[in-house]
């Protein structure tokens, strides 16, 4: 049984434990404590080093049966500002003083897959060997999943615990492209000979009119998100960076978007005769996982035998589940009951989360059965 007190306790316990991105040791240490008091030795597989942070990925390994493994996921890290969180419960409800988020966004997922592993550990239930990645620097764009050892996973299916309402699936997220442009234009005094310069802002500020952003279909966004330029008031600006997104669920829409960007800012430039350099990368890629295999399956079933409603929907963001997926680890996202994440209304239902740990112990439970 999970107890609904050592659940809250645990939460509190993590909560209180600053963990920003590239600095998740001390978060990382306190789960390293808890699976050793159950037998599971849980270590760090050095990445922290190549992302400059004070911890990598925390990987742990459960044998189990004969039954496929199965990857279990939450990250360490949180967004800013969280440090220094003060959690306190009111009708059983974990918010924050307001001043930071509350860090449920993933500690939330570090609890789900703690408890329900340790529910299973100790009480002998048979399940599949287990491997556990707790990745760093999630928040920060991926980069723990993107650095993990995948020659050392086997698993080939998984969960993935993150916020959101409890019972709901994620099966499907877009892929995402991200660009920079440096607009070059020319510096000139702005009183004494402006006809000499080219304004670098007024180049940018004519692309963004033109660009298409926000909500662009039902499965397509864009943004516009940096941009940097000007030293003082009396010098025609000759460069500004512009910094922006995209994401699509079909990616041909993505490659539109992008070629749309481009065009908008070779128009601008050649218009003042000034120069655009765009660079543009692929963030991750799109995933969508069928209602007929594996890990929705078996993550509706288990929600069904504990009592939730299961839920498969599709999200506009990208999570470790996009990396793993792309490296042929098929998996879901399971919400655990953290809502209004980055932001400081960040709160949880206690009852929730203990559902959701409830929910991860019966979908390892039925993995174990295959
Ligand atoms: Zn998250």
């Known amino acids: 049984m999970i107890e609904m007190e050592r659940v809250t306790a645990d939460l509190l316990a993590l909560l ?13 240490a306190w789960l390293v404590a808890q699976f050793a008091e159950f037998g599971v030795e849980a ?31 939450a990250h360490l890290d949180n967004v800013p500002p969280c440090e220094g969180v003060s959690p306190a419960i009111e009708d059983g409800v974990v918010r924050t003083d307001g001043r930071t988020v509350l860090g449920g966004d993933d500690k939330c997922g570090c609890i789900a897959v703690l408890s329900a592993v340790r529910e299973v550990v100790t009480n002998g239930i048979p399940h599949p060997p287990l491997e556990i990645v707790l990745p760093a620097a999630e928040e920060t764009g991926l980069e723990g999943a993107k650095g993990l ?32 442009a440096v607009l070059k234009g020319r510096a000139a005094h702005a009183g004494v000979a402006p ?19 926000g909500r662009l279909d039902d499965e397509t966004t864009a943004n516009v998100g940096l941009i940097r330029a000007g030293e003082a008031r009396n010098v025609v600006p000759p460069i500004c960076t512009v910094g922006g997104e995209a994401r699509s669920h079909d990616t041909r829409k993505l490659d539109s978007q992008v070629k749309h960007v481009r065009r908008c800012f070779d128009k601008a430039a050649k218009r003042h005769g000034g120069e655009v350099e765009l660079t543009v990368s692929r963030t991750y ?46 998996c879901v996202i399971l ?20 559902r959701a740990c409830v929910w991860l112990a019966k979908i390892i439970e039925i993995a174990g059965r295959d």
């Open 285 to 330: 890629e799109r995933f969508d996982v069928g209602l007929d295999e594996w890990p929705y399956v078996v993550a509706d079933e288990a929600a069904q035998e504990v009592g939730l409603e299961p839920l498969a929907r599709p999200t506009g963001g990208g999570s470790d589940a996009n990396i793993f997926n792309q490296h042929g680890v098929v």
């Open 149 to 180: 050892d995948y020659e050392a996973v086997t698993a080939r299916r998984g969960f993935v615990a993150e916020s959101g309402t409890v019972g709901a699936i994620t099966v499907k997220a877009p892929s995402a492209d991200r660009w920079d």
């Open 195 to 213: 006809e000499k310069g080219i304004n670098a802002i007024r180049m940018a500020a004519e692309a963004i009119a033109e660009m298409h952003v």
């Open 335 to 354: 919400g655990c009951g953290s809502s209004e994440v980055h932001t400081p209304d960040e709160h949880v239902d206690l009852n929730d989360l203990h």
């Open 43 to 73: 270590t760090d597989d050095g990445l922290g080093a190549t992302l400059n942070g004070n911890s990598g990925n925390l990987i742990a390994r459960v044998p189990g049966n004969g039954a496929p493994p199965v990857l279990l996921n």
């Open 16 to 28: 209180r434990i600053d963990s920003p991105s590239y600095r998740e040791a001390a978060a990382a």
